[in-house]
């Protein structure tokens, strides 16, 4: 025969059981709603990375472009200097009147 259980010792292994259940099941939400803003929170990272990504591409690829024009650039400023028809020496007049010119006096004038 089973040993008769005062009903009050009964309602409080009632309540205590519930309580631990409800507060297992609480935690289990509570790691469901983490474990949501936690993924939230890597695509987004992600979806940035990517962008991030995406432009470091298309800055390298301009910059590759730009060097390449650069390059381009120098090299037919250097045949073209080179080329005779654009040397011009100047004799000392004109040197004088290209001088006097770049610093805003008139040829012949003293320096004060």
């Known amino acids: 025969m089973i040993p008769a259980i005062p009903t009050n010792y009964l309602l409080l292994a009632v309540a205590v059981a519930a309580f631990g259940t409800g507060w297992t099941v609480q935690g289990w939400r509570w790691d469901a709603s983490e474990k949501k803003a936690v993924q939230a929170a890597l695509e987004r990272q992600a979806a940035d ?5 995406d432009y470091s591409s298309a800055l390298e690829l301009e910059l590759a ?23 011009c020496p100047l004799p000392a007049s004109g040197l004088s009147l290209f001088n ?12 004060r």
């Open 49 to 53: 990375i990517a962008k991030a990504n």
């Open 65 to 87: 472009r730009q060097s390449k024009e650069n390059r381009d650039l120098q090299g037919r400023m250097t045949r073209e200097t080179r080329n005779a028809s654009y040397r």
């Open 100 to 111: 006097s010119a770049r610093t805003g006096k008139a040829a012949g004038q003293p320096d």
